[in-house]
Structure formats: structure tokens, C-alpha cells
């Protein structure tokens, strides 16, 4: 199984940037998203999740209104859309994913409960 992310780069506050995971190595249509970043002596954290078929998104408060979450079953990807970025944005994204189970959870805050994670893909966001 690999989680590929790429998109990462340096942009200025109130930028754009689009962030893409394409997996290889698994039944993507089974699985649920996520994104996760962890900045500089931080802890990571969970920024945005997509179920399996799409329906349900759910964002972390920080990113909510800026940030979008989308995938295509058919490219086994799934996108982050970040705008008017901030430098507070400014991290490691990972995606990961999460295997559907009936009656677990279609997503999580914690790490250990993913299965897959890329490798990360660096944003830096200048003032």
C-alpha cells in the first residue's frame, strides 16, 4: 500500500495551494481520508476527513471555511484544497487512511486509528 501526497510548496498569506493523495495498493472505494499536519515542534494534528463515498466531510475548526476536502474513486485520490492561507498553515500534511468497519467510527482525531499514511508533503506559508 502506498499513500502518495504531493502539492506542497511556498506560498504567500492569502494563497492558494491544492494538495493531492493517490494511493496505490488498496481498495480505495473502501477506505475513508484524512488529512493531518504537523508543524514545526508541534504535535500532529487532524485537519479535514472524507468518507468512502464522499457524503460525509468533516473539518477541524481551523481550517473550516478555508480549507476543502474532495476525492475521486476513480483515480484512487483524494484532494486538499487550501485557501487564504495563513502562516499558521504552515506544516507537514499527511494523508491517511482509514479502513470502513460497520459500527467503528467513519473517521477519528487520533493517529493509531488510520491504517495507511503517506509520506507528507511540506506547506510553507510566508507573511
Known amino acids: 500500500v502506498q499513500l502518495q501526497a504531493s502539492g506542497g510548496g511556498l506560498v504567500q498569506a492569502g494563497g492558494s495551494l491544492r494538495l493531492s493523495c493517490a494511493a496505490s495498493g488498496l481498495t480505495f472505494g473502501s477506505y475513508n481520508m484524512g488529512w493531518f499536519r504537523q508543524a514545526p515542534s508541534k504535535e500532529r494534528e487532524f485537519v479535514a476527513a472524507i468518507s468512502w463515498s464522499g457524503d460525509r466531510i468533516y473539518y477541524a475548526d481551523s481550517v473550516k471555511g478555508r480549507f476543502t476536502i474532495s476525492r475521486d474513486n476513480a483515480k484512487g485520490t483524494v484532494y486538499l484544497q487550501m485557501n487564504s492561507l495563513e502562516p499558521e498553515d504552515t506544516a507537514v500534511y499527511y494523508c491517511?487512511?482509514?479502513?470502513?468497519?460497520?459500527?467503528?467510527?467513519?473517521?477519528?482525531?487520533?493517529?493509531?486509528?488510520?491504517?495507511?499514511w503517506g509520506q507528507g508533503t511540506l506547506v510553507t506559508v510566508s507573511s
Open positions: 491517511a487512511a482509514k479502513v470502513e468497519l460497520y459500527g467503528s467510527p467513519w473517521f477519528s482525531f487520533q493517529m493509531d486509528e488510520y491504517n495507511y
